[in-house]
């Protein structure tokens, strides 16, 4: 297919889109039954005050959708996606929302996503010009990546008959990461299938005390110089130090599981890897599936660790 | 704090407005009016007592139990109990915890009891309490919505009542431009005629004139009919009598007629038709509550009256009775009629001697003073004529009018003259009825009304019009003498709360006919003005001939069907249940769905299917896993599926039947 029939047909998709959803709450439902029920009362009595309460009660109908397209019409909104979600633990859905004039009243925000929409964000008033930040509590139940595509911003003013619900397209990703479990105390076996390790020490190059200076060699690391005493003895010394008992531990992860197996092998997998790295080991994964992340430590780095578990096994953007 | 007290006042009075609607009907039994007012007086004073309801839910639906009993026993409508039941559950509700479930539920129920009000009632202060319902339900209604969201601050309530005022304005526009669009086709198979408003009918006709009594009716401004005259006096205030009924028998204390009833017709001649005769339309009001017609003196002819129901109008017989009077066949409520009356006052037809003996009659022990008392008064003047209307302007000048009376008494007639000297127009009729009598010439006394006011090209008549005067027969001429001094003779002075009384009653008519007598013919109508007005000015590049403006609406709303249509099944494609739907829809017809009619497990394993398998797949990642479909997906998607199917055999179908013979 074309780029350009390609665009046509988005145009025409986007073309027929419903502008507004619109729900009955239960009062509103009430409300429709009386306005059917006096409305077959007028035809049935010919009843002119009844044709009366029929106008305005339909009249009313009307001007719910009016207000309620007022305060969903202009609405800016941005997501504010949480750092580190995991699955299993509820975190914080954000929204910023804006209106550039008017104001709007009993708003509620959420995500057009099957598994996200039970977090709702509500808001009494948005008043015009100024950003107002949402927040809705979210649990994801398993790790991954979640392709957002749109945000719902609904209302119930003015009545609280109908719900007017706009949806405001807006692309992205919330990765959750593996869920929290406890580490086991004891690397798995090779045999466990639940992942396997690589443990290394350091060489006398390591990062411990001070062991002994001598003359820079070609090729070594110029990182090692001793400036200091090679500026007083006139050449160039590097240092050495004694070899660090930390252990380099590359975690080694088959993503080629079933999903749910490898669903607890990644959160096992992330509570030892959190539990590694908080004792000072630098920890790497690596993956039939082509995931690999080098060895490291640092904050940073647990979450290179944790979003590669998250990946795992989705296709898509690698870790 | 505030805005929640605001709140609730507001919900508050909006079930007061609804209620109202209801109990201006007079219908509603007392007690509920009063258990309602108490409740009402309760919310609004912000004591609500009841917690959790559950005994007063027990006894509401205890009482509920007794209305509707009283319906089977036929001591109620069926629609007075509806009435009292929606009374009670808001009253219930008033008193009760508010929570954002009672508000909703008090608007409701205010809902159903405005119904009520308006098959109970016509009256105006419905429409008045209808106009408050509307406003306050949509301020009350709209600040519980914002007041009931959780996140954030809330606004000021300034800042909620601006959209929401924007709101009434145009719930109201809307509801009265709906009012008269909405065809009028009614089933009219449970039509219920409202009463005549507060205070029922007032024009008090009777089958005879009894001297004595207060004139309170003199000073009531109700608005009893309304008539169009032709060819338009024109005036603002109309000098002319309205001739109901005539009395002509006199027992000393009561005037009564001796005429006989004759058949009904569609029209009544009275006496000799001719050119110059005015012509009246006239429309006899709730308010009028009496079977006579009036017509303006001398009235020649009746006919055409139409009875006015609530959905239709059929046309009604009339019948001459008494003294050239005419009723209505059958009581009605509003009625319109034609009347024709004589300017010129004719010649008297010929009366017969039994008549005229009537017409001369004087009651039985009547006080000598009043013989020798007309002799007085006609003193000097020559002829009959003369006579007439000296003691006419004797009366009018010797004696004072009053509307404070002092009840029943054995002579009123002697009493009037001789010891009070004063009364009202029923006393100076018969005063001058009598005394003419005693001078032998034949007289009567004659009751309808006196006056008219001008309003909207019509002449509006009160029940304080009512007024009496006396016919004489001079000199083969009949000679209308009113002896009442002028200043008396039309509505009294009825002070400011009259003047409030009778503009509310100008509202009142306006209400009945625009409003409540609202019909298809009125909606006709007002087509074929729109019609006319489009046909003035062809040129004009606006103007759209009707026919074509049906055309292009109804195509509008065709347009507007399919869109609504292709927009709810675009919203479905997106929905992964839809899309299971509509899988599990293709896979039965193929016979191919897995055990128990699920998609798990149905037989797609042919290479061709592989677009089915796809669908199959994607349906389980939407819904169960964390993939939603992508716009239009789910539609391409059973289109691919459909596509694959076509032309495959079913598993499970029986092979190509081969043709068989028989011996």
């Given amino acids: 297919m074309s780029a350009r029939r390609e665009r046509l047909l988005r145009a025409w998709r986007r073309f027929w889109r419903p502008p507004r959803r619109l729900r009955t709450t239960p009062a509103g439902r009430t409300y429709l039954v009386l306005t059917v029920g006096v409305g077959l009362g007028a035809l049935n009595t010919g009843n002119n005050l009844l044709y009366l309460v029929l106008g305005l009660q339909l009249s009313l109908v009307v001007v719910s959708g009016i207000l309620s397209e007022l305060c969903v019409r202009r609405v800016q909104i941005r997501r504010l996606l949480p750092g580190s979600p995991r699955a299993r633990t509820p975190f914080h859905l954000a929204w910023g929302l804006r209106l550039p004039r008017g104001q709007a009243f009993a708003l509620s925000v959420r995500e057009v996503h099957p598994l996200l929409g039970s977090a709702v964000g509500q808001l009494a008033w948005l008043p015009s010009g100024e950003e107002v930040v949402v927040r809705a509590v979210a649990t994801a139940h398993r790790r991954g990546p979640m392709q957002l595509h749109a945000v719902r911003v609904s209302t119930r003013f003015p009545f609280g008959l109908f719900e007017k619900s706009r949806d405001l397209e807006l692309p992205g990703e919330l990765l959750v990461l593996p869920g929290r479990m406890p580490a086991r105390a004891e690397p798995p076996s090779p045999t466990s299938g639940l992942g396997l390790e690589q443990r290394s020490l350091r060489g006398p190059d390591g990062g411990g005390d001070l062991a002994q200076l001598r003359e820079l060699r070609d090729g070594e690391d110029a990182r090692r110089i001793h400036w200091r005493k090679s500026a007083q003895l006139g050449t160039l010394l590097r240092v050495e130090r004694d070899a660090q008992p930390q252990p380099r531990i590359v975690l080694q992860l088959d993503d080629r599981a079933p999903a749910e197996a490898l669903d607890v092998t990644c959160e096992e997998l992330a509570a030892r890897a959190e539990l590694l790295l908080a004792r000072g080991a630098e920890v790497g994964l690596e993956s039939a599936g082509g995931v690999s992340v080098k060895p490291g430590t640092g904050a940073f780095h647990t979450q290179a660790i944790l979003r590669a578990l998250a990946r795992a096994g989705h296709p898509g953007k690698a870790g | ?93 008033l008193v009760s915890r508010p929570t954002g479930r009672t508000t909703d539920q008090v608007q409701l129920v205010s809902l159903l009891m405005i119904a009520g009000g308006a098959v109970l009632s016509a009256d105006l202060l419905f429409a008045l309490c209808l106009f408050v319902y ?8 709209g600040l519980s919505v914002v007041a009931e969201v959780p996140g954030g601050p809330l606004p000021p309530t300034g800042r909620v009542l601006r959209p929401l005022a924007v709101g009434v304005v145009l719930s109201l526009v809307g509801a009265l431009t709906l009012f008269v669009l909405f065809p009028r086709l009614s089933w009219n198979v449970a039509a219920r005629r409202a009463g005549a408003s507060l205070g029922g009918a007032t024009t008090g006709f009777a089958d005879g004139l009894r001297l004595g009594g207060t004139g309170l009716l003199k000073s009531n401004p109700r608005v009893v009919f309304r008539a169009r005259i032709d060819p338009d006096p024109g005036t603002e205030e109309l000098d002319a009598y309205w001739v109901g009924r005539r009395f002509d028998v006199f027992d000393g204390v009561q005037w009564s007629s001796a005429g006989t009833r004759g058949g009904p017709s569609r029209q009544v001649l009275l006496g000799p038709t ?19 017609l009036v017509a303006l003196d001398t009235p020649v002819r009746f006919g055409d009256a139409e009875s006015h129901q609530t959905t239709f109008s059929i046309r009604t017989e009339i019948y001459p009775s008494g003294d050239r009077e005419v009723r209505l066949v059958g009581a009605s409520e509003h009625v319109t009629y034609r009347a024709f009356s004589a300017v010129e006052r004719g010649r008297l037809p010929s009366v017969s001697p039994a008549e005229r003996a009537r017409r001369l009659q004087l009651p039985q022990g ?26 006419e302007r004797a009366l009018q000048s010797r004696y004072a009018y009053t509307l404070e009376l002092p009840g029943r008494v054995k002579d009123p007639l002697a009493d009037f003259l001789f010891d ?16 003419l009598r005693t001078r032998q ?37 009949v000679l209308r003498l009113d002896a009442t001094p002028p200043q008396h003779r039309s509505a009294a002075g009825i002070g400011i709360a ?11 008519i306006r209400w009945l006919d625009r409003v409540v007598e609202y019909s298809l013919s009125d909606q006709n109508r007002m087509v074929q003005r729109v019609r006319w007005k489009m046909g003035e000015n062809p040129a004009s590049p606006t ?12 195509a509008v709303l065709a347009a507007a069907f399919l869109l609504a249509v292709l927009v709810g099944r675009r919203a479905a494609s997106n929905d992964p249940a839809e899309l299971g739907r509509r899988l599990s829809r293709l896979l039965r017809r193929g016979g191919r769905l897995g055990p128990k009619g699920w998609l798990d497990g149905a037989r797609v394993d042919e290479v061709k299917l592989g677009p089915v398998r796809e669908g199959i797949a994607r349906y389980r990642e939407a819904r169960f896993g964390r993939r939603p479909l992508l716009p239009g997906e789910g539609r391409r998607l059973v289109r691919q599926a459909r596509r694959a199917l076509r032309g495959l055999v079913s598993p499970s179908a029986p092979g190509p039947r081969r043709p068989t013979f028989r011996a």
């Fill in chain 2, 543 to 554: 103007s759209r001939r009707p026919d074509e403006g049906v055309a292009v609406a109804l």
């Fill in chain 2, 498 to 508: 009259g003047w409030l009384l009778a503009r509310w009653e100008a509202l009142q």
């Fill in chain 2, 274 to 292: 001719g050119p110059n005769l005015v012509r009246q339309e006239i429309d006899l009001l709730p308010a009028y509550g009496s079977r006579t």
């Fill in chain 2, 134 to 141: 509307a406003v306050l339900a949509v301020l009350a209604q």
């Fill in chain 2, 420 to 435: 009070r000297r004063a009364g009202h127009c029923e006393d100076f009729a018969t005063a001058l009825a009598v005394l």
């Fill in chain 2, 441 to 477: 010439i034949p007289a009567r006394v004659v009751v309808g009304f006196h006056g008219g006011e001008r309003a909207a090209g019509e002449y509006l008549v009160r029940a304080g019009d009512a007024h009496a005067w006396v016919e004489a027969a001079v000199d083969d001429y």
């Fill in chain 2, 1 to 93: 704090m505030r805005s929640e007290r605001l709140r609730l006042l507001l919900r508050d009075l909006t079930a007061g407005a609804a209620f109202g609607a209801m109990a201006i009907s007079g219908q509603v039994p007392l007690w509920t009016m009063a258990v309602f007012l108490v409740a009402l007086l309760l919310a609004l004073a912000g004591r609500r007592p009841l917690s959790d309801g559950k005994l007063s839910a027990i006894l509401l639906l205890l009482a509920v139990v007794l209305v509707y009993g009283a319906v089977l026993l036929e001591e109620l409508g069926l629609v007075v109990a509806a009435c009292i039941t929606a009374s009670l559950l808001t009253a219930q509700r």
């Fill in chain 2, 366 to 391: 009547l006080d000598p003073r009043i013989p020798a008392l007309a002799e007085v008064l006609a003193e000097g003047a020559v002829g009959d004529r003369a006579i007439a209307r000296q003691i």
